[in-house]
């Protein structure tokens, strides 16, 4: 494998032109690789963006290139402004109608327009024409290659997927079509086997710290999903080096799976309070207090949690205040009993009341701590920038918690919970349940185009930090695109989990 990276490296830097150019990087990329090849990728594209106007004169009308420039700049955090494609409109702001026949354009256009921030409104109309030429190319005789990547276009954009669900189809689709560069398929493929071996290897460590743990059989109402937990973390993260931080929440979304059922399915309501309470002060003397079956599921929390903090410390002295996560512990478990409380006192909140609360509870916030208390790249200059909760980790949450309602709050009512986003809409506007999830579906959006403005970053520490807040809301959307692909798994996930953990691709 070496040698194979040692001449994809050189395929980097080797003279050619812009749209070539552009095309290796975004397959790189597409084909989960471009890890290996972050500093060379971004020497490319600086001076791609160092010379922006003469690109796009050399671009001309090449809607594929340019889109594709768009899309990468954008997605790499640089500053790249929706002006690029005013060539591509008539004079009342619609894309020109002659574009329809570029099947190429159209698609790499629609990919490109997911990237919008607020208020593009260029962008806007972009992801409306394209959506609708590309559905309606999928109604009359397309190349069957070229419909395959259409479908799956349309399906989700690329901006929303999953990565390493994304990569594997790649993988598979280039094979088939056998019109990508050998060296960069063999490259994929081998790497993709290797990664898999990293997951198995991580997977049977943290089933083994499950199994001893014992806690879902003395819980044994609670939802008991160690393989879910895990594949949750490589859509946060895929790549091999961040190994620890899907160790530590993968335990994480356990002991959450677990207290979630607590509040959601079992504990009378004094108990509740008594638990938040326990957790709140973070101190084993207050455990005294708590039925047998809280008191195994705290010691499960404290030990698992300062076990955690431990292991930061003890490589990466000292452990900042910020990077407690017992803090985030307490927010949750403040956010559960509120919406318990609300649940017993048969209380419906209006939707912000709901948001603001369900943002902390759906558990996010936690999850991003964890990824930085476990990143190589923590610095004491990094985390004071990051004080309070940055907007990027709110808004990924907040389409964590959507999504989460979008797939879960049917079951989720009618076992008796909370009323949950979609509810709380059609109570506050008395408007119909298919308004109400459209109404939410916006939500999503919008959410979408803050993330998308913010991609820029100072050092490798925010980069990855944005990346996995941006991964958050993408494994929210693949988990429940199909109802609630977690609590009530539907062969669809757990094809996903075997295509990515347990089966090797060809070679
Ligand atoms: C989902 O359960 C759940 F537990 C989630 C999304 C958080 C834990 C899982 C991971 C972080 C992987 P449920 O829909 O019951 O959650 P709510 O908050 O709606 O009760
Ligand atoms: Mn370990
Ligand atoms: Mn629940
Ligand atoms: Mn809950
Ligand atoms: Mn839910």
């Known amino acids: 494998m070496g040698k194979l990276t040692e001449d994809v490296k050189q395929m980097i830097?080797?003279?050619?032109?812009?749209?070539?150019?552009?095309?290796?990087?975004?397959?790189?990329?597409?084909?989960?690789?471009?890890?290996?090849?972050?500093?060379?990728?971004?020497?490319?594209?600086?001076?791609?963006?160092?010379?922006?106007?003469?690109?796009?004169m050399l671009l001309k009308?090449?809607?594929?290139?340019?889109?594709?420039?768009?899309?990468?700049?954008?997605?790499?955090?640089?500053?790249?402004?929706?002006?690029?494609?005013?060539?591509?409109?008539?004079?009342?702001?619609?894309?020109?109608?002659?574009?329809?026949?570029?099947?190429?354009?159209?698609?790499?256009?629609?990919?490109?327009?997911?990237?919008?921030?607020?208020?593009?409104?260029?962008?806007?109309?972009?992801?409306?024409?394209?959506?609708?030429?590309?559905k309606s190319l999928m109604e009359g005789s397309l190349e069957p290659h070229l419909r395959e990547h259409v479908a799956h276009a349309l399906e989700l954009p690329l901006n929303w997927k999953m990565q390493r669900l994304h990569t594997r189809w790649f993988i598979e689709a280039s094979q088939r079509e056998a019109k990508m560069n050998p060296v960069l398929l063999e490259l994929a493929k081998l790497d993709f086997n290797r990664v898999q071996i990293i997951y198995q290897r991580e997977l049977r460590e943290v089933s083994r710290w499950w199994n001893n743990l014992g806690l879902a059989q003395r819980l044994p109402f609670s939802r008991d999903r160690l393989v879910e937990n895990y594949f949750w973390t490589v859509g946060w993260?895929?790549?091999?080096?961040?190994?620890?931080?899907?160790?530590?929440?993968?335990k994480a979304n356990c002991l959450i799976t677990t207290i979630d059922d607590v509040y959601d399915v079992y504990g009378t309501i004094d108990e509740l309070e008594l638990f938040t309470d326990a957790v709140d002060r973070w101190d084993v003397n207050t455990m005294d207090k708590l039925p047998e079956y809280m008191k195994i599921c705290f010691l499960a929390l404290f030990n698992t949690t300062n076990n955690t903090a431990y292991n930061v410390?003890?490589?990466?002295?000292?452990?900042?205040?910020?990077?407690?996560?017992?803090?985030?512990?307490?927010?949750?478990?403040?956010?559960?009993?509120?919406?318990?409380?609300?649940?017993?006192?048969?209380?419906?909140?209006?939707?912000?009341?709901?948001?603001?609360?369900?943002?902390?509870?759906?558990?996010?916030?936690?999850?991003?701590?964890?990824?930085?208390?476990?990143?190589?790249d923590v610095t004491r200059e990094a985390l004071d920038g990051l004080q309070s909760c940055p907007q990027i980790a709110r808004w990924s949450s907040m389409i964590?918690?959507?999504?989460?309602?979008?797939?879960?709050?049917?079951?989720?009512?009618?076992?008796?919970?909370?009323?949950?986003?979609?509810?709380?809409?059609?109570?506050?506007?008395?408007?119909s349940e298919d308004a109400a999830r459209e109404h939410i579906r916006r939500l999503i959006r919008g959410n979408w185009r803050a993330i998308n403005g913010d991609r820029s970053f100072t050092s490798r520490f925010e980069e990855n930090l944005k990346m996995m807040a941006i991964n958050i809301p993408r494994m929210a959307q693949c988990v429940y695109q199909y109802g609630d692909g977690y609590g009530k798994p539907d062969g669809v996930i757990e094809d996903r989990i075997r295509s990515l953990l347990i089966e090797p691709i060809l070679m």
């Open 313 to 376: 410390m003890k490589e990466k002295v000292p452990l900042y205040k910020q990077c407690y996560p017992w803090i985030q512990w307490a927010d949750i478990c403040k956010a559960y009993m509120v919406e318990a409380r609300w649940y017993h006192q048969g209380y419906t909140p209006n939707l912000e009341e709901y948001l603001e609360n369900a943002l902390v509870s759906i558990s996010g916030l936690l999850i991003l701590t964890l990824a930085y208390c476990t990143s190589d």
């Open 61 to 134: 009308d090449n809607l594929h290139a340019t889109a594709l420039m768009f899309r990468l700049l954008r997605e790499h955090g640089f500053a790249v402004s929706e002006g690029v494609f005013y060539r591509f409109m008539e004079e009342k702001g619609h894309l020109k109608a002659s574009l329809r026949h570029q099947t190429e354009g159209l698609v790499s256009l629609y990919e490109a327009s997911h990237l919008a921030k607020e208020g593009e409104q260029v962008l806007e109309e972009a992801t409306n024409f394209t959506t609708k030429q590309l």
């Open 400 to 431: 964590f918690r959507l999504c989460d309602d979008l797939g879960t709050s049917k079951d989720e009512l009618r076992r008796g919970d909370v009323p949950k986003s979609i509810e709380c809409h059609m109570h506050e506007s008395g408007v």
């Open 237 to 250: 993260a895929f790549e091999p080096q961040f190994g620890r931080c899907r160790e530590a929440q993968t």
């Open 13 to 56: 830097y080797m003279k050619k032109g812009i749209e070539e150019q552009l095309q290796l990087i975004d397959h790189l990329q597409q084909l989960g690789v471009a890890y290996h090849f972050k500093e060379d990728i971004k020497d490319v594209l600086w001076t791609i963006y160092g010379s922006m106007e003469e690109v796009s």
